[in-house]
């Protein structure tokens, strides 16, 4: 077999072990985190998990910061903070003046689900046509994103 033809078929290979597909930026550590988990503290990979949940569409309702604080405060639940934390959602990015994608996020807030539901609403601080404005989605991750206890430090 020519040369050539043997390292066709290697980048053939690897391109196949490694799936082909473009990475999804992951979720980084945010830049701050606010947590309202009474005795105990967020949990990190959960708030991704969630985050990650969505069911890319928008929610009609219109959520301000204040409601929204009010609202984790209550029923216990983290808002986290980012600079442009990419977040796969092709249908709502479009809706938000995005052309790649992803929807630019600076900010999630989730509080504890209720008992016996199948979605849970969370809030996002996103890029909307170059302003920050605050939508709601819906959410299939039901996890608390609170672990009770103490922080190691």
Partial sequence: MPQLARAALFLLAALAATGC????PHIAAPLRTQDYCGEGHARPDGVGSVMTS???KLLADRPTERGIVREVKAATG???????QPLRLPKTSLALGETDGYA??????ISASPPGVATRTIYLKVRDHGFDRWIAMA???LQNVCIEGRREV
Avoid: G, K, L, Q
């Fill in 139 to 141: 959410a299939y991750d």
């Fill in 104 to 109: 630019r996020v600076r900010e999630i807030a």
């Fill in 21 to 24: 597909t473009p990475s999804e």
């Fill in 54 to 56: 969505t069911d890319d």
């Fill in 78 to 84: 983290v808002i986290e903070f980012w600079n442009d």
